[in-house]
């Protein structure tokens, strides 16, 4: 049989193309495309943005870092190549997946939550059918090929579409024309005369735009295969379930955290000074998947109002005719290198779509307009090594890839200034930069006055003087605990008083300083330390709680700082609420804890500037992995087996799992982790001195600036 189409689309091809840009589903197409795009790179014709997005807390690791699909190969490439051949290997097979490549599959736990979302969905449907049989007075089957092949697969597929013994099809699987597009569908519902339900599972408490686009090609394809899909079902997780607990809102956590009011020390000081011992949670767990899964036919979270997933297919298709679609994209896959090194000197992103929440509707955002589509996924080559308009914070890409189109400048070297006339300005006819761009910009340009030679001086933001002075006195009123969490977390809940995604913590670290005296050169002799780490696969909490309270009060109440105290405050109204018998000593620490990251990140509805303390080297940011060897370049982690917060987390979680020999944990592994989180602490240490040490060498040669 002849071909409809030039080229094969996977769905996670045109997932891609439908949310993000063509031009990034082309690079990720197949090893060929992507070698041509890194010799691209390596020729300095295009440099790429191809990374995955943090959105939420399912997705966020203690390094909030993001994946550099580019980063990540050059890596395995040159850093110990023999030890990374499997990985490489891996890294290969990916593309040749039967539903595209995934970049979201470099991140091993996404990998194992996913495979875990999978078999419970499928047990949930296990029992679901066994149900329907019993009310039904049926016996009906399930023909679960999740084991086997595509190939075989889809031949047991095919055969038992019409079998009236078979109620559900899990990993059904579906080809159309000759394999240029494959799918399988997580559950497929049979009824008669070919009459099919999807129910399409994701490892997410968030319902995500692109979902909306993976039914639509399982629909696409199960139609070309003559099946009629009469309804379709999103099944995600309900992070609001807690195992052996119940539902629980955000809301009723707050509230019952409100409940303390402002606790003082007071209250506390018996309990803390006396021995506790926190009970170990309950270590076998029925999961509810009734109340795990929450199987939705609308877009309840993602959109307003409502609107049935089968409706918003059928609404998108009276638009858009997903063979022309398909024709297109298919053709393009085909296109040869000279005519895809045009396309990606195009300016803009023109294949997304975006749903229109007043009328309900998904709109190609390019022809809605263009202005908001420029593309930063492919652009004209740079050094990603220098700083460059791409490193200014808080500015979308898009518009970057705007400035950087219309000015012809990326490099900060080369711009005059942010105000200069080859800018252009917004739609609202205004600049598209604001206070915390020109701190950034007007540091750089000093740096770069300088010889690039730091003046210690210049990082001193001499507009909010007043600020830093108040905020180091904060710091005064010893003793200071700095801490730091690391935690792990499951998609299937583990632990009793769980949820889908709950961050666990297992591991802290505690540099207490009790004197003006401290110095992180010195640490042993000017500072005292505490460390924790799980002794074993149980719940951590329990140990967790009861040696964290003996620590964080071991020199009596002080201030406790934490580096995005978010986090960790989370963390800790998550323990109080959970092991209440220990909420008001964990919410002192949570009230009374302070962000050291305040010194560089702002916040308008605190009456805070920006970057108090601003060092180009931070290139626009103010995360810790650039903040502090800015500040002292000599204190990093390179020496570290594990060096980064997900690394530590998904060593953590294979322990836990049984993945990891015990005597190598004891004796090796267990080390590196507390060498690491140690290394976090006296980090935020190594920052604080240095700004004060900035500062103090600022009012000895600016006593003008100092009331």
Known sequence: MTKIYKSKISKEDFKVIMTTCFKSAWITYNKENFLQALEWKKNKKYEYFIENQIESEEDFNSDSSSIDLFETYNDLLNDNFNENKEKLKTFDQHWTDE?????????????????????????????????????????????????????????????????????????????????NFKTRCDILKIKENRHVEIIEFKATAKVKKEHFFDLLYQVWVLEKNGMIVDNVFLGHLNNEYLTDYGSVTKTEIEEFINSFGEINFLDIKDFVNNDFHVEPTKEKIDVDYN?????????????????????????????????????????????????????????????????????????????????NCYCFHVVKWFDKNRQTLFNIPNLANKTKAKLYKFSDKIYLDDISSLDASYFPLNEKNKSEFNEKHYIFFDSYKKYQQNGFQINWSDCVNKQAIGELNNMLNLYKNFPVYMYDFETIKWAIPKFALTSAYMQIPFQYSVDIIYD????????????????????????????????????????????????YKSFEKNVLKKLAFLFPEYAKPLLFIAQNTIDLMDFFQGNKSENRSSFLIYHPDFAGSCSIKKTQPALDPKFSYKDLKINKGDKASQTFREYVEGLVDENAWKKLIKEDMIKYCNRDTLAMVVILQRIQEIFNDFRKENPQWIN
């Open 516 to 563: 003006e005296n401290f110095d992180y050169n010195n640490a042993e002799n000017t500072m005292k330390h505490f460390d924790f780490i799980s002794k074993n696969k149980k719940d951590p909490r329990p140990a967790f709680i009861q040696q964290f309270l003996k620590d964080m009060f071991s020199q009596g109440p002080g201030v406790y700082v934490a580096y």
């Open 291 to 371: 109340k795990l899964f929450i199987i939705d036919e609308n877009f309840k979270n993602y959109k307003k109002g409502g609107i049935k997933i089968i409706d918003s297919i059928n609404s998108f298709r009276e638009v858009n005719d997903l063979d022309e679609l398909f024709s297109k994209y298919s053709d393009m896959f085909s296109w040869d290198k000279n005519k895809i090194e045009k396309y990606f000197d195009f300016d803009y992103c023109d294949s997304p779509f975006i749903f229109n929440n007043n009328i309900l509707k998904w709109e190609n955002e390019f022809l809605k307009n263009e202005n």
């Open 99 to 179: 539903e595209g490549f995934v970049l979201e599959k470099f991140v091993g736990e996404q990998i194992e939550n996913g495979n875990a979302v999978g078999l419970a969905a499928r047990e949930y449907y296990s029992i679901i059918n066994a149900k329907e049989n019993l009310e039904n007075k049926l016996n009906k089957k399930i023909l679960d090929l999740s084991d086997e092949t595509f190939e075989k697969a889809l031949k047991s597929t095919t055969q038992n579409l019409t079998n009236k013994e078979i109620s559900y099809i899990f990993e059904a699987t579906f080809q159309y024309d000759e394999n």
